[in-house]
């Protein structure tokens, strides 16, 4: 079975700080994919990232990094000098391909980021 | 081009009714999931659809279904409706079998 785990419930920092934002996930498949959404109050979670399970290079985009690790089955997420804008729950997730075709996206229970004035 | 769009995006019920939801997927996307997410038990997977059949599907009873046109648009219904079925619907779509999946702004279903 798969699981996701984000043990940051919630997370509150003051603009312009960095905050990292915790994954760990669990799988027995040697192709996954990982992914990070964002979901702002209106609901729809915007995407942001994918991860091969093969490629564990790290990736910039702006203020946003990722730190993938299969060592240690890890998918952080860094936001540097956070923005107001960032408030927002972040949700990490693996997609398992599946034998019928198509692929099921396996969420974690998402981490709250508060970003204050 | 468009995003997914879904439609409505609120609904008010009450219990033992039947609901319909509607979602367009993005343009020459093929394959479109559902999403149940409730404050308990989060984003769960329902099913998935491709070339109008039901390829993969969820941990969830039979009052919950499906279906997909030849225009790659997904209905989902839910019938004999409960309170526990109050949620946000999120719909996703994507254009093959490991592509990433792009989400709509949801369905906020509310059983009374």
């Given at each position: ?106 969420f974690?229970t998402g ?7 | ?36 997410q409730?404050?308990?038990q989060g984003l769960q ?68």
């Amino acid at each position: 079975a798969q699981k996701v785990t984000q043990a940051q419930t919630e997370i509150s920092v003051v603009e312009k700080e960095d905050v990292t934002l915790d994954c760990v996930y669990e799988t027995r498949d040697t192709t996954y994919y990982l992914f990070w959404y964002k979901q702002p109050p209106s609901g729809e979670l915007v995407f942001l990232i994918r991860r091969n399970s093969f490629d564990e290079q790290n990736e910039i985009s702006g203020r946003y990094s990722w730190n993938f690790q299969k060592s240690t089955s890890s998918f952080n997420f860094t936001i540097t000098a956070s923005q107001v804008v960032d408030s927002a729950v972040y949700f990490c997730a693996l997609a398992k391909v599946l034998t019928g075709g198509g692929n099921k996206l396996t969420f974690g229970t998402g981490t709250q980021l508060k970003v204050e004035l | 081009k468009a995003g997914v769009t879904q439609t409505p995006r609120y609904l008010i019920k009450t219990r033992g009714q039947q609901v319909t939801l509607s979602c367009s997927p993005i343009s020459g996307h093929r394959s479109v999931s559902w999403y149940q997410q409730t404050p308990g038990q989060g984003l769960q997977f329902l099913f998935e659809y491709f070339s109008e059949t039901q390829r993969n599907k969820g941990n969830f009873p039979g009052r919950f279904s499906g279906r997909q046109f030849s225009n790659s648009r997904s209905e989902m219904n839910v019938s004999t409706l409960e309170l526990g079925d109050s949620a946000l619907y999120l719909c996703a779509s994507s254009y093959g079998v490991t592509d990433t999946q792009y989400f709509g702004p949801g369905t906020r279903l509310t059983v009374l």
